[in-house]
């Protein structure tokens, strides 16, 4: 008995480990420094001015109001490819194509988008063959929006389409046997059953767009400033660790709503 | 005669990988009677079960609802429900739901579905589970619910695939009696797929035995039993002893180097025949009255009677129900009547096997 103790004790080391100093250290971390200003002294002041200047609460508000966006529309075009995809015949190959560009670098898409989204880009010329006059692309909450929503729709895909192909095929043929129309099959059945792969859908994409600074600065040309551009000014420009790792401490605290949130086991039911 | 409710008209099914399951399948379901699928594990009954419930396309021949060609009528627009071999209860939705799932799909009113939901519960006597959760509910609950759930709707016709093989042996005797049960009070068409044959003898009207994609013989249980179309069938429906042999004129069959009086005939003379006894009406007497001789070589106890196997001096192996033990290695005598054999041709269809047996039964 003690020596399967000890045994199992072995197994669990590295993990504990590696919990500890990759997840554990570094929030303690953040949540230490954030009660610093930058003269290395102790105060409250941090989060003082987080939420008492206008700055900030507009900044957590658009950034907010971006991931939403982003993630809503993520939802809209991941979710039907992957209702689509999981019906395919070589579903395994087409899954794998949808995948493939998270295999490129974040920065070689960006400087991809700013290519086709030029003023002379190839979108801009394409319009003008079809006798529209060339619009102004880059640097628009639009393309942001739209470029963010881009690079997230593989995290958004796989959890869906991973919850649809658990979907066995007899409850579809279930419901359509009770005299279910496709469309009531969706709402009633499918959508239902994948509920937990849009909920770990929403838990990968909604954090991190909180925090898309990389995207901001190159698509949004520094006029979208989100949470995540202000943590990068005060750690790289302004130098004020403090302020930057309140901000830090505040995504973390957003981050274990949105799974509190999407975590709700169904208990109540009907009204 | 009661009224054809669905049809089958040379039905074949080939699936895409090019395999056929389906070969020339023809049959009538009348209304309010209990139909069984008999064959072996992936002869093409659950094939059946979906082309008339919808969820595969025939690939030629035809498919009659109400006398009306139904071949290109989604699933949803069919009028006969499903139960399926693994249930296919919604996990989403408790009992309740459930049940009421092909009523709300159908925008019934509140206080009809909540009527209907538990007359449906009471007729499988689970009206206390409304509440209760999918996962909550034993394997034998989950039948009865995918049961309600599909009657619910009153259809004309109920498909069952196998809903009873996953139940312990005593459940499912249980559930045989209340399926069967069930099935004449609600006074409509079950079409049943096992391939439990005891099963499909203690519950249908009739049956259809299939192997390989084909119907080889229909007939209500007793027909089946006693006159066996050929080998398969012979060997598929309870147990058989079956021995070459050879017509030699109508009622006279020789084997085994003798000949005997049997009750077959329309045969040509000197065909070559297999003859089918049943352990049951084998009776056991001394070497001398016998007419055939057998050496004993196991027995065992199987509750109501004695199982015993044998060997004749050609080595073909016998198998004898007897109420009463033998001694291992002795040798008996085998007695049995005209009537208890039973002769099948080699090759028949069952148009003419039919029309054969017509010809000198009374
Ligand atoms: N979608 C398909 N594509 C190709 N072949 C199929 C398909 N579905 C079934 N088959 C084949 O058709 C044959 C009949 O299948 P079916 O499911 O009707 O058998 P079954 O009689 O219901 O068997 P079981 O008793 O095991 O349920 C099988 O050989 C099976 O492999
Ligand atoms: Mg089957």
């Known amino acids: ?271 | 005669m009661s009224k054809t409710i669905v049809e089958l008209k040379d039905v074949y099914k080939t699936y895409d990988d090019g395999f056929t399951a389906l070969k020339d399948i023809s049959f009538k379901l009348n209304q309010g009677e209990f139909y069984t699928l008999l064959g072996p594990s992936g002869c093409g009954k659950t094939t059946i079960l979906q082309s008339i419930a919808g969820f595969t396309e025939v690939t030629s021949g035809e498919v009659l609802f109400d006398g009306k060609r139904i071949n290109d009528i989604p699933a949803n627009k069919r009028q006969l429900n499903t139960v399926f071999q693994d249930y296919a209860l919604f996990p989403n939705m408790n009992v309740f739901e459930n049940v009421a799932f092909g009523l709300v799909v159908h925008d019934i009113k509140k206080d009809e579905v909540e009527q209907r939901v538990h007359d449906a519960l009471k007729m499988v006597q689970l009206e206390k589970y409304a509440n209760r959760e999918i996962s909550e509910l034993s394997g034998g609950q989950q039948q009865r619910i995918a049961i309600a759930r599909a009657i619910v709707n009153r259809p004309k016709v109920l498909l069952l695939d196998e809903p009873l093989s996953a139940l312990d042996a005593k459940l499912r005797k249980d559930m045989q009696y209340e399926l069967r049960e069930l099935q004449q009070q609600l006074g409509i068409t079950f079409l049943f797929v096992t391939h439990d044959q005891e099963e499909a003898l203690a519950m249908s009207d009739e049956i259809f035995v299939m192997n390989k994609g084909e119907i080889l013989q229909k007939g209500d249980p007793v027909d089946i039993y006693d006159e066996p179309i050929n080998h398969f069938v012979a060997d598929f429906i309870g147990e058989s002893n079956i021995i070459p042999g050879k017509m030699v004129a109508d009622f006279q069959v020789a084997f085994l180097g003798h000949q005997f009086e049997c009750s077959d005939a329309g045969m040509r003379p000197n065909e070559p025949v297999e003859v089918v006894i049943r352990p049951e009406d084998l009776v056991i007497t001394t070497p001398e009255k016998g007419k055939l001789q057998v050496k004993v070589d196991t027995q065992l106890f199987r509750g109501d009677y004695y199982e015993i196997l044998a060997y004749d001096e050609q080595g073909n192996e016998w198998l004898i129900h007897s109420t009463n033990a033998t001694k291992d290695n002795s040798i008996v005598g085998l007695t049995f009547g005209p009537n208890d054999m039973h002769i099948m041709r080699y090759n028949e269809s069952e148009a003419k096997f039919n029309s054969r047996l017509e010809s000198y039964e009374d």
């Open chain 1, 1 to 271: 008995m003690a020596m399967k103790k000890s045994f199992k004790g072995l197994f669990y080391t590295p993990y504990i480990l590696w919990l500890a100093m990759f997840v554990i250290a570094p929030v303690a971390l953040i949540i230490y420094y954030s009660f610093f200003d930058i003269h290395h002294q102790f105060t409250f002041s941090n989060y003082r001015v987080f939420f008492e200047s206008g700055t900030y609460l507009t900044m957590t508000a658009n950034s907010v109001l971006y991931a939403f966006l982003i993630t809503v529309i993520s939802i809209l075009i991941s979710y039907p490819m992957a209702l689509v995809i999981s019906r395919l015949k070589h579903r395994d190959l087409w899954i794998l194509l949808v995948i493939l560009p998270t295999w490129i670098n974040l920065l070689l898409k960006a400087y991809a988008f700013i290519g086709l989204l030029s003023r002379d880009g190839l979108v801009n010329n394409l319009f003008e063959f079809f006798g529209i006059p060339a619009q102004q692309m880059l640097f628009t909450d639009a393309s942001f929006i739209l470029v963010a929503a881009y690079i997230q729709i593989p995290f958004m895909i796989l959890p869906i389409y991973n919850s649809m192909t658990d979907i066995s095929d007899s409850y579809i043929r279930a419901s359509s046997d009770l005299g279910a129309t496709k469309w009531q099959t969706l709402t009633k059945i499918i959508i239902p059953m994948t509920m937990p792969g849009i909920k770990s859908g929403i838990q990968i994409v909604f954090i991190p767009s909180l925090s898309l600074f990389m995207l901001s600065r190159l698509i949004g040309g520094n006029k979208i400033i989100t949470l995540g551009t202000a943590v990068e000014e005060h750690f790289l420009t302004t130098m004020n660790w403090g302020m930057g790792s309140t901000i830090g401490v505040v995504l973390i605290i957003s981050m274990v709503v949105v799974m509190l949130f999407t975590n709700t086991k169904r208990k109540g039911r009907r009204s």
